[in-house]
């Protein structure tokens, strides 16, 4: 709307200007006016100023031309103003992998209401309700610095009236509703955070689960419930130019006539397996059922890149980058102590983005650096696309990349230092050892006054035996 006004702005001044270019043109060429004392003599001059178009008839042609084409701008919008809350809070199905970032966004609330709280219940109808909120609304989560062992209370952040929770875990599940400080409730979600039981490679990818479908199930009338895996599609190739890798998600679900009819679904008899919808006799609360993820190879061409400018390579080659592929890209330092947990994020990444890291020309792919894949592997890249290193050494310094949707979108250049004095926490090995030396000497110091003060005490009783005598 904003470049529909300006254009007609534009076609505004261009009438005016057409306007008085055409009075300037006919009073210089000799145009029929009263007072104008130069005027042309010549019949055929008479006749072509008499089929020139005068300036105000051109103008009154294109005004109603204008005016008929222009729109006055539209208010954008409001999503709270045109979708009311419902009568009876009822929850959405929400179903996600682990250690993703999940946002809720609170779809519906009144006009006059400035911020919103989030509540969340393990389960409905408890006494044990957790408040989340930031009062202000401005409080900031670097997910980079956020470790899936930490409280739920350090891992979330409203913005926009939506709740991010970074690195969700299983534990996360539950009910969350968007309300006030006050207690009322404007809308809620069931949410299911899911942990990937499997991890499948096509080395190990069984025929049997190729292409399942829950279209193609049939329900059977003996059973009460039937669990399946519902895959969503393939994702993008997340590298271009050299080999890559897809991923797929596969959810548990559970399809059933006798689910809570308060939780909201998109197919009436289906929802998550973790969801609160289904009845606790199914015993699906405590089954192995979960996330499966599948991994496969791929290749993707990049688009061609425009030629680059003369001065500025002279430019770049003069600041150092031998690399074509780094120019452009921006570029993230971070020094960190060795020795110490460390979780690497790829800047701008979002959830349902395809993530690949490469440590400088090495790709390293989820079939060697997935986790789980090797459980005893140092460097692991988790479902949620964090490069973890458990712990940081000298030698992960240097330069690394990673790629959103197939394209190279961030460089972060890693520095790995000794930190000298640290201080150690009483549960390292170390402090354990220098705190059971420390206590053996301690132990056998005293043990040598001991036998000093004893020795002295039998001389001294020997001598007041000798003097009696």
Known sequence: ?????????????????????????????????????????????????????????????????????????????????????????????????????????????????????????KHLGT??????????????????????????????????????????????????????????????????????????????????????????LKSDPSELFRVFTSYRPWSVCDRCDVQGEQVRVGLCYVMSEYLHVRYLREIRNVTSCGSSAVPRRFGLSGADYGAELSVRSCESFCP???????????????????????????????????NTDLVLSC???RPQHAVAWDKGSTPLYRSQYMEGVDTDSRVFIDLGHHLHFRPVRMEDKGTYYCWIQGRKAAEI????????????????????????VILLCYAGLTAVFLLILSGRFVCDLIAERRASR
């Open 347 to 349: 800047p701008k990444a």
């Open 1 to 121: 709307m904003f470049l529909y006004s300006r254009f007609h702005d534009f076609f505004f001044g261009l009438v005016m200007i057409l306007y008085f270019v055409l009075v300037r043109h006919r009073h210089h060429h000799g145009s029929v006016t009263p007072n104008n004392p130069f005027k042309s003599k010549h019949p055929s001059s008479s006749r072509r100023s008499d089929r020139t178009m005068s300036p105000e008839v051109f103008f009154l042609t294109l005004c109603p031309l204008f005016l008929s084409a222009y729109q006055a701008p539209e208010d954008k919008e409001d999503i709270f103003t045109t979708r009311s809350c419902p009568a009876f809070l009822v929850f959405d199905n929400a179903a996600y992998v682990s250690d993703m970032t999940v946002e809720l966004p609170c779809h519906c609330k009144p006009a006059d209401a400035l911020s919103v709280v989030w509540y969340y219940q």
């Open 304 to 338: 061609p890149k425009p030629p680059l400018n003369p001065q500025r390579q002279a430019l770049l080659e003069f600041l150092g980058y031998d690399s074509r592929a780094s120019p452009g890209l921006p570029v993230y330092y971070h020094n960190h102590p060795t």
């Open 127 to 216: 006494h044990n309700t957790k408040v989340l909120t930031d009062f202000s609304g401005t409080a900031i989560t670097d997910s980079s610095k956020v470790e899936r062992e930490v409280n739920l209370r350090e891992r979330f952040s409203i913005r926009l009236f939506s709740l991010l929770i970074f690195r969700a875990q299983q534990g996360d599940s539950g009910h969350y509703v968007c309300g006030t400080a006050s207690g009322e409730f404007f809308y809620g979600y069931d949410v299911d955070v899911q942990v990937a039981r499997d991890v499948l490679f096509p080395w190990n990818l069984d025929e049997r689960r190729a292409e399942p479908n829950k279209q193609e």
């Open 413 to 436: 250049r890693l520095g790995v230092y000794t930190r000298l004095g640290r201080q150690r926490s009483i549960s390292d090995s170390e402090a354990l050892f220098g705190l059971g």
